[in-house]
């Protein structure tokens, strides 16, 4: 079910960035804090959080936002 959250809350997000050019910006961030923070959440509920994840987790979680925004300021 946390999955199906995230799916949608991605959805809403990603249709917001394409419908609303003003907006790309600070949707490419949310989308990044929120891919980050959802990932925090869902393994300190397993009790697994450790180190290597939270950098995995940042890192993707930049990555994506990075290239949202570049592709915002390019367009």
């Known amino acids: 079910m946390p ?6 809350w991605l959805i809403i997000l990603g249709l917001i960035y394409l419908k609303v050019p ?13 891919y980050f923070l959802w990932g925090m959440f869902i393994h300190k ?3 697994t959080l450790f180190l ?21 300021l390019r367009a």
């Open 45 to 47: 509920r397993d009790k």
């Open 3 to 8: 999955y199906l959250n995230l799916l949608t």
């Open 52 to 72: 290597p994840v939270v950098l995995e987790y940042l890192a993707i979680s930049l990555l994506g936002a990075i290239v949202l925004i570049f592709i915002s």
């Open 22 to 34: 003003q907006y790309r910006l600070p949707v490419s961030v949310v989308m990044g804090i929120s």
